[in-house]
């Protein structure tokens, strides 16, 4: 495929790179890498439709290959597609349940949903997203793939600093960059590409990574990348950030093959910057990304989540208690959190997070309405078939009627009359079925529906 590059460019590299530069160049023009992870948040994960016979070495849930975004398993949170590259930024991170992660630059969540997928449903996960559209699909993102012990928010990083001081052991700043590593997935990126550009990225990343040193605690880890090549957006800003923060230190970091070290030349020299990582696409099998891990001195600071819940008025909670009766095997009561009238399992219930805008707060279970309570899509993805007192499968036919908006006929289930069932397809649970009167009626969301 022809991509347009630039000549100042193609000057700029050939000045950086020499010779190399051409192979970067035809690297441009190939096809990209398409890959896929597992979601070890489910049921059974590994039983997918995709071949898994090629495992990418550096992620045990990673695999090469293309995702159609219309399977079941697309639909039901099985997997999710991300280019190789950019798996290994989770590895960085290296998030586990014990810990209190931001992913401040988070949509589409792509990096988030690997972080989530690390934390196994415990500790506390802050995904963040600065751009209103973007963060609705992060927020859609994050529930399809089951996760609970995330907040999704709509803040600028600046609007943090005021509450979340030392606040997180692991941030994430995936940075909005140029995006030159996106050229040959998406050639529209090129259009956009400039010398001023990639000058005025850099200078927002420098703000992204001063609030950024703020929130992170003492003790706490620091991930920075970026999809593109640019030596202003990569070493140099790390550079910048090591000089104007001598508490923070880059840490070495394993190079699988086809990883480069970082170039301290294109920066200020400071040796310490070949503990960056830099893949290029003509060398490593992916679209190129630049990344690098970084501590923060000291001992960390204990915090305290300081509290703020409610409760739940007494009538709602025998809904939910009805409601579970009927249609669950079991139900526990856990940082149920009422806002308007969804019911939400909290990830927190720390007032730090009152004035930001929250698009979800940890697991959606529902909403009350006139005396009754009805379970939302978010909780049927969460859910294990164990967990559900009737699950249904679907035959092709009725998943691709059901997927559209269509109502199933089932004359002969009298057993299911006025239940919430569990409706799965090739044993994914993908969506709830209301039964009455002969039928599952849909309620798939429509904004979901194909
Ligand atoms: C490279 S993308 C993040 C990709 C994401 N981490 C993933 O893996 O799916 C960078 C994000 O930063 C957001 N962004 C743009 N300007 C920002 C700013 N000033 N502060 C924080 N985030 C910003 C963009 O809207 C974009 O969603």
Known sequence: MKVDLSNDFKEKYRNLMGDRADSLFESIEQASQEAFRLNPLKANYKNVSYSLAQPIPYSNIGYYGAINGNSIDHLSGYVYSQEPSA???????????????????????????????????????VSNEINPKRAKVLSSNIERMSITNTVVTNNSPKDFEKKFNNFFDKVLV??????????????????????????????????????????????????YSTCTFSPEENEQNVAW??????????????KFPGMEDGRPEWANGNPELKKTLRMFPDRFNGEGHFMCKMVKDGEPEELRERQINDGLKKDDLQLVQKFAKTNLNGLTQNNWLKISDFLYQAASLDNRFKGLHILRNGLKLGEFKKNRFEPDIAWILALKPDELKTVYQLDQEQFEKYLHGESVILSDRPDFDNKWIGLAYQDKLFSWGRFSNKEIKNVYPKGLRR
């Open 87 to 125: 798996m290994y930024v989770t590895e960085l991170l290296d998030p586990t349940g014990n810990d209190k992660v931001l992913d401040l630059c988070a949509a589409p969540g792509s990096k988030t949903t690997y972080i989530a997928s690390k934390m196994a449903s415990e500790g506390l996960l």
């Open 174 to 223: 995936d940075a909005p960059c140029s995006g030159e590593g996106m050229f040959r997935k998406d050639p529209e990126s090129v259009k956009y590409w400039s010398l001023d550009y990639v000058e005025q990225c850099a200078n927002r990343q420098q703000h992204i990574l001063d609030s950024t040193y703020k929130l992170l605690n003492q003790g706490g880890t620091l991930v």
């Open 241 to 254: 950030f090591l000089d104007k923060y001598p508490d923070m230190h880059l840490v070495e970091v394993k």
